[in-house]
């Protein structure tokens, strides 16, 4: 079955990038997706990309998607305190969304 | 590594009857577990939150009687959809969380297709 991968932890100074990474197995997903969880919260859609696509940038977000290596990262720029959170990959094939153990962002001062 | 089973992956029912949705971690204990709802092309809402032992702390606007969660042993959480309506049909996912402070880590089941007819 699908399996989706992600780092932990991942620290970056305030103002930089950050760019978070994920691999997923199953070529035939349809969907992959990017969940943001703030502490006490539940997940949040921050965006997601059709499986046809390369990239897709919206504001501080780029996703981009390397469909031939199973590859999703997420990049947001001028990282700010407010997104320090566990950011979640997910994958669809079908009816299921499998997902990965989160990225947890710490954010340097 | 740690895998959350649920099920079923979809079921069928019709108005006014019950469903249960079972959620187990199959080789770590999960000391919290979270019920998720998606409804289509929308983010997953988070339902209810369980600790093992204790009853679940629900969301604003979930009714607690109508989704019942059992939350019997550090492996397995349960939702039931009690006299379901053609308003409960949706996809419905479980998160089980092992570990505490800084260290834990979420798994989530693949999720359970709801049709209520």
């Known amino acids: 079955g699908e399996d989706v991968e992600q780092s932990l932890f991942l620290s970056v100074r305030e103002g930089d990038s950050s760019v978070i990474n994920c691999t997923y197995t199953?070529?035939?997903?349809?969907?992959l997706y990017w969940y943001k969880q703030e502490p006490g919260a539940g997940l949040q859609l921050l965006t997601y990309?059709?499986?046809?696509?390369d990239m897709k940038q919206d504001q501080r977000l780029t996703v981009l998607l390397n469909k031939k290596d199973k590859h999703l990262s997420l990049r947001i720029a001028d990282t700010q305190t407010g997104d320090s959170a566990i950011y979640f990959c997910?994958?669809?094939?079908?009816?299921?969304?499998?997902f990965g153990k989160g990225t947890r962002l710490h954010i340097l001062p | 590594g740690a895998v959350v089973s649920q099920h079923p992956s979809w079921v069928i029912c019709k108005s006014g009857t019950s469903v249960k949705i079972e959620c187990r971690s199959l080789?770590?204990?999960?000391?919290?577990m979270f019920w998720y709802r998606q409804f289509p092309k929308q983010s997953l809402m988070l339902m209810a939150t369980?600790?093992?032992?204790?009853?679940?702390?629900?969301e604003q606007g979930v009714e607690k009687d109508k989704f019942l969660i059992n939350h019997a042993s550090l492996t397995l959480s349960t939702l039931t959809v009690t006299s379901a309506h053609p308003e409960d049909s949706s996809f419905y996912i479980c998160?089980?969380?092992?570990?505490?402070?800084?260290?834990?880590?979420?798994?989530f089941g693949s999720g359970t297709r709801l049709t209520v007819v």
């Open positions: 990309i059709f499986s046809n696509m």
């Open positions: 080789d770590f204990q999960a000391t919290t």
């Open positions: 997910a994958a669809r094939g079908d009816d299921k969304i499998i």
């Open positions: 199953d070529s035939s997903s349809t969907y």
């Open positions: 998160s089980a969380r092992s570990g505490r402070g800084q260290l834990y880590g979420y798994t």
């Open positions: 369980s600790n093992e032992g204790s009853k679940a702390t629900y």
